[in-house]
Antibody, heavy 119, light 107 residues
Framework: QLQLEESGPGLVKPSETLSLTCIVS??????????YNWIRQPPGKGLEWVAT???????YHNPSLNSRVTISVDTSKNHFSLRLSSVTAADTAVYYC???????????WGQGTLVIVSS | EIVLTQSPGTLSLSPGERATLSCRAS???????LAWYQQKPGQAPRLLFF???TRTPGLPDRFTGSGSGTDFTLTISSLEPEDFAVYYC????????FGQGTNLETK
């Protein structure tokens, strides 16, 4: 049974780097045809696509986040990761990791993890 | 960037009624790369449709996704209590974007 679980600190200071990992179980991240996504949701607001990595390692990111985003997949640990640098309060959100058949299209989701940016 | 505008923002209906949710794109959505999600409080979103009208496994047939080009619709033929939630559309033809959501609430 496919499961995804986010892990990482719940509090990050402004200007620092947010780092999250999504542990995938029940399927190999190196299997072909799957896209692994990070999608976030500020408290009380809508959804925003952050970044996607294909099982081959090809990465895509939301251009509005410029070069602050890095997404990667680690096949040896069967997980994928997100790094978001130079965070501000605007990056406070529930971060979801998800998997699906297209960029940002996700049919399996983690439960989400709240990351607060505050000093 | 393709901007998705969902209407109405809030829809107040009773169980048994028909719900029609709209998603309008600022540009043509190629290949009908449009998805719909349902989100309940405290939960992750659930994918309902992709490709505008392809339903996901286990989705009740009272849900229908339709549309093409710039105009898309999610219809729930007869509302069940568990259908009251927030619904989002998402396009993935270009850099993915979401609509702002429609809150389907009990009247």
């Amino acid at each position: 049974q496919l499961q995804l679980e986010e892990s990482g600190p719940g509090l990050v200071k402004p200007s620092e780097t947010l780092s999250l990992t999504c542990i995938v179980s029940g399927v190999s991240v190196s299997g072909s045809g799957a896209y692994y996504n990070w999608i976030r949701q500020p408290p009380g607001k809508g959804l925003e696509w952050v970044a996607t990595v294909y099982s081959s390692g090809t990465a895509y990111h939301n251009p509005s986040l410029n070069s602050r985003v890095t997404i990667s997949v680690d096949t040896s640990k069967n997980h994928f990761s997100l790094r978001l640098s130079s965070v501000t309060a605007a990056d406070t959100a529930v971060y979801y990791c998800a998997r699906g058949g297209g960029i940002a299209v996700s049919d399996s989701w983690g439960q989400g993890t709240l990351v607060i940016v505050s000093s | 960037e393709i901007v998705l505008t969902q209407s109405p923002g809030t829809l107040s209906l009773s169980p048994g009624e028909r719900a029609t949710l709209s998603c309008r794109a600022s540009q043509f959505v190629s290949h009908n790369y449009l998805a719909w999600y349902q989100q309940k409080p405290g939960q992750a979103p659930r994918l309902l449709f992709f490709g505008a009208s392809t339903r996901t496994p286990g989705l009740p047939d009272r849900f229908t996704g339709s549309g093409s080009g710039t105009d898309f619709t999610l219809t729930i033929s007869s509302l069940e209590p568990e259908d009251f939630a927030v619904y989002y559309c998402q396009q993935y033809a270009t850099s993915p974007t979401f609509g702002q959501g429609t809150n389907l609430e009990t009247k």
